[in-house]
């Protein structure tokens, strides 16, 4: 019992010892306890504000999300048209990639099947359409009645079926849209049917070309083969010369493209490098004894740098005309700058034992820093070019999209028509996995280069 | 005498193809040195030719598709800047502040882009990497799975999101600051994560052994270590952000950059520079103001 009690009295005593020793550990000072609530309350404030400053609700209430459905769609589907015209009813239902006059299918898909008497269009999980003496005759699975519509003579009416959310039946036109995938068009002239598939159309070959729809397998023992479909070349460069000129998805300009922006990064880059060197040892501190001159370099790096990339390719694209050598420029002049700062920073950081030790040899100063400084910032001067060279991937493709070529336009191009998504979509796509090769490819050279040395 | 003699001419003898023996010697390894000298010269010499056809012929392909020649380019090269100083000179003193004060606002929603996207993508970003980081999550697959997700943000070029957003939301700096969040948040878990795997282990482990979860031991253990080091990446970013919104601006995301975009267009002079004046003056300030506030946190200029 008293040993108990005599125990609990130590605790008590040294629990009492310990608060006096550490007291700032037990019991933190009102101003670093409020600190945390502080800062969280203000970054929290400071977030509202810009979300009224901004104005988010309005924007989200403004945005286009059936624009961006039909954008996406249009991304990674492609559109077939089965169009019927009552002027030329002799033709019957023409089915077309995307109602393109140039892409009309010789034999029609096995969704459309065509009779004398009557037309029926399968629409998958939509219905099926049919259409014979002038009246169209729409299944839905959702509705018992089916809907029909009488056209050819006129206006088309609307003769029976269900008050459908998806049908828009105005005075001059039918719209029916029973889901994303369909939808139905019945004018005073035509009767129209779009339908989505999923993939992109044409992507290897044109529609009208001759490999066109041909499978690897066919395409492999064509390329070996010695029949030639083109007589003046062989089979293989035929092929490469169909699939670079393909008309719609220009394969040859995307990837001479994709070679500019990639041209604009590496050689702006490398002759920043270059350049940045040899003044990076005027500012530095430990090598540069005259202050006018390391204070004058060091001010033009801020200058080169703070003038942004995006005014110097404004200025650059002003004298050079659009295209990747203003890229290059643009490039070059910010990241000069850039590197200068940083190669200074690590030459006067470095080690003077090793330069002093040569000097001790009776070098010259100019071996001195040779072979004193030199080697110590060389693994971090090349480290630093190739992180750089994968940012400046991304920001070629930047600047590229202002004016100076490559990639970043075609990009821009594509989307400024909005009718061309997948094109969009595949250059993104591009960008994407050259930015990541890039990014890949930099951190194994920087692993191997610098890691690999020691 | 006469054997001491021959004795001693014996010696002079032995020392004599020992010295020729280390002669050879000698002259072996300073040939092997060469040897390697030489190789060295030629690896560097042949990589320094590499560059120089890369750069020269990249100047040359690139000039072929430029629609502008490079000669007279450069020959025109002050003929801008020039034109925007005499529009500047025209406008006179009262003119260029009066304009400052008009277009101040739009800098204002810049840096607000910009200072939203770093916020945010420091909280998410962190986030991200904790569960990025191979000493801190067990699960192979889970880290992979994020680095691979941290990848794929980090390669989304800001313009691309920027363009897409533009054109579902209208010209909005939301559409900007999504673009810019999106971007940096990969950016971000990356270089956090590469910190939090340079990290002491024992504190968490310490929280571990008296019953702390991953969060606790995350947040007691292993944030009081890193953060004046995301802090410090993260106010990196702030400027490179600052940069990445005025440039935004220029496709129609808003801000600085939508107002530089439209004179420019137009060809005033006088606005052109006062916003050029304007972004470099903010990016330059923004910039050593990092610098410093970096030092304070970790003692020294970071490394980018």
């Known amino acids: ?454 | 005498m006469k054997a001491l003699t021959l004795s001693l001419l014996e010696d002079v003898d032995v020392a004599a193809h020992l010295a020729l023996a280390e002669a050879s010697r000698l002259a072996e390894i300073s040939q092997a040195y060469e040897r390697v000298a030489r190789r060295r010269t030629l690896y560097t010499l042949s990589l320094l030719g590499l560059c120089v056809l890369c750069i020269f012929g990249g100047l040359f392909v690139a000039g072929q598709a430029n629609s502008g020649g490079f000669w007279a380019g450069l020959y025109k090269f002050f003929d801008y800047p020039a034109e925007l100083f005499i529009g500047a000179y025209e406008e006179g003193v009262p003119g260029l502040f009066a304009l400052v004060l008009q277009y101040f606002p739009y800098l204002v929603e810049t840096i607000n882009i910009a200072l939203v996207s770093t916020l945010l993508a420091f909280f998410l970003g962190g986030a991200l990497s904790f569960v990025a980081s191979r000493n801190l999550v067990s699960n192979r697959l889970v880290v992979a799975v994020m680095r691979r997700v941290m990848d794929i943000f980090r390669a989304f070029p800001e313009i691309v999101i920027a363009l897409l957003l533009v054109l579902i939301f209208g010209p909005s700096p939301v559409a900007a600051a999504i673009a810019v969040t999106t971007h940096t948040i990969g950016a971000l878990a990356k270089q956090f994560s590469e910190v939090n795997e340079n990290c002491d282990l024992k504190a968490a482990e310490g929280i571990r052994s008296v019953g702390g979860n991953w969060m606790e031991q995350i947040r007691f253990g292993i944030l009081p270590q890193v953060l004046p080091n995301f802090l410090s990446y993260t106010l990196l970013r702030l400027e490179v952000n600052v940069r990445a919104s005025a440039i935004l601006g220029f496709v129609g995301a808003g801000g600085l950059g939508a107002e530089l975009k439209m004179v420019v267009d137009w060809n005033y002079g006088a606005d052109i520079l006062v916003i050029i004046f304007m972004l470099v003056l903010s990016i330059t300030s923004i910039d050593y103001l990092s610098g410093w506030i970096r030092q304070k946190l970790i003692g020294q200029t970071g490394q980018v």
């Open chain 1, 1 to 454: 019992m008293t040993d108990i009690g005599a125990l609990q009295g130590t605790l008590h005593h040294e629990a009492k010892r310990l608060e006096e020793q550490y007291s700032g550990v037990l019991g933190l000072d009102l101003k670093k306890r409020l600190l945390g609530p502080v800062l969280s309350l203000l970054v929290v404030a400071y977030l509202t504000l810009c979300f009224f400053a901004f104005d988010v609700p309005g924007v989200m209430e403004k945005a286009r999300g059936d624009m961006a459905q039909l954008y996406a769609l249009d991304a990674y589907a492609h559109k077939v048209h089965a169009k019927y015209q009552f002027r030329k009813a002799e033709q019957g239902f023409v089915v077309s990639l995307e109602g393109n006059r140039r892409a009309i299918y010789k034999e029609p898909p096995e969704w459309v099947e065509q009779s004398a008497e009557q037309t029926s269009i399968f629409l998958g999980d939509d219905g099926a359409l049919h259409f014979a003496d002038d009246v169209v005759t729409y299944t839905h699975p959702d509705f018992d009645e089916a809907f029909t519509f009488r056209v050819g003579d006129g206006v088309p009416q609307f003769v029976s079926g269900a008050d459908a959310p998806w049908l828009k039946v105005s005075k001059t036109q039918v719209n029916a849209r029973p889901s994303l995938y369909t939808r139905i068009w019945l004018t005073k002239n035509k009767v129209e049917v779009h339908r989505y598939f999923v993939g992109w159309e044409n992507f290897w070959f044109d529609f009208d070309s001759t490999l066109n729809g041909l499978s690897a397998a066919e395409l492999m023992s064509l390329a070996f083969s010695s029949e030639r479909l083109d007589p003046d070349v062989s089979n293989l460069r035929f092929m490469f010369s169909e699939f670079r000129t393909n008309s719609e998805w220009h394969h040859g300009e995307v990837y001479f493209a994709l070679l500019q922006t990639l041209i604009m990064a590496m050689v702006g880059t490398l002759i920043a490098g270059i350049l940045a060197l040899p003044l990076a040892f005027v500012a530095a501190a430990n090598v540069n004894p005259v202050k006018l001159a390391r204070t004058g370099v060091r001010r033009f790096f801020d200058f080169l740098r703070g003038v942004d990339m995006l005014i110097w390719s404004l200025i650059f694209i002003r004298a050079f005309g659009l295209g990747p050598l203003s890229g290059i420029f643009a490039i070059f002049f910010t990241d000069t700058g850039t590197f200068g700062k940083l190669f200074s920073e690590a030459i006067e950081n470095a080690d003077k034992k090793q330069a002093e030790g040569v000097q001790a040899t009776g070098a010259s100063p100019v071996q001195k820093y040779r072979f004193g400084l030199f080697p110590q910032i060389l693994p971090l001067f090349i480290s630093q070019m190739l992180y750089y060279l994968e940012s400046n991937t991304r920001s070629a493709t930047v600047i590229g999209a202002l004016g100076a070529g490559g990639i970043g336009l075609k990009l821009i191009e594509t989307m400024r028509t909005r009718q061309d998504w997948e094109n969009t979509l595949y250059l993104i796509f591009l960008i994407i996995v050259v930015v990541m090769m890039m990014d890949q490819l930099s951190g194994w050279l920087r692993r191997k280069l610098i890691e690999g040395r020691n």
